[in-house]
């Protein structure tokens, strides 16, 4: 497990190679990633509950 001295360490590495314009833009991009897992998630969960009340598809 990380602790907070490590989490800082590596903060201000990825703030070191990636500058600090980078870092919002690299923010967003890993929230609507997050975003479209938790929407393709939703989407397969529903599909498999509604296959299991209509029976099988194969």
């Known amino acids: 497990m990380l602790g907070t001295t490590e989490l800082i360490v590596i903060g201000l590495v990825i703030f070191v190679l990636f500058g600090a314009s980078a870092i919002p833009k690299f923010a967003k991009s890993l929230g609507q990633a997050k975003n479209e897992f ?5 989407t397969g969960s529903s599909a498999d509950k509604k ?3 209509d029976g099988p598809s194969a």
Request: glycine letters at 24%; aromatic letters at 12%.
């Open 38 to 42: 938790d929407k393709g998630f939703k």
């Open 51 to 53: 296959e299991g009340e």
